[in-house]
């Protein structure tokens, strides 16, 4: 049998994440929730047989959205989303799916948030430079 955790740690490196710091703040303090946490969200769930990786990966950006209550969990999704293999326009679809179903309020928020991430970088672009960090429209 697998350890969800090593399995898990497998999964985020093949989405492109990184370790980040809420991930070491947490395992500074609860080191045994961290790896309960990896093991079951990225090796248990994410890395079930049925259904490649990436089609996991934009149900979790719909999913993160639609709760819409961790833009930083939604930034991580997007940018394994990314990583791979789908496009912005792929993910800004799926994101504007979410106001069919969670509300437009939902949609705007993630798409703002995560703006800097799917904003083709255009230098005529006058609000590409904007704050992302999920501030209010």
């Known amino acids: 049998m697998t ?32 790896r309960i946490a990896i093991g079951f969200t990225y090796g248990d769930i994410m890395g079930r047989p049925g259904l490649a990786l990436n089609l996991r990966q934009l149900a979790a950006i719909a999913a993160t959205a639609a709760i819409g209550t961790d833009i930083a969990e939604l930034r991580a999704h997007v940018s394994a989303a990314l990583h791979l293999g789908w496009t912005k326009s792929e993910i800004i679809e799926i994101l504007i799916q979410v106001a069919a179903h969670a509300g437009i309020t939902a949609s ?30």
């Open 3 to 34: 350890d969800p955790y090593r399995q898990g740690l497998d999964i985020l490196a093949q989405t492109g994440a990184v370790q980040d710091r809420r991930r070491n703040l947490v395992a500074e303090v609860a080191p045994e929730f961290a």
């Open 108 to 137: 705007m928020q993630a798409l703002a948030g995560c703006h800097d991430l799917l904003v083709e970088m255009d230098p005529q672009c006058a609000s590409c430079d904007a704050d992302s960090s999920g501030g209010q429209l």
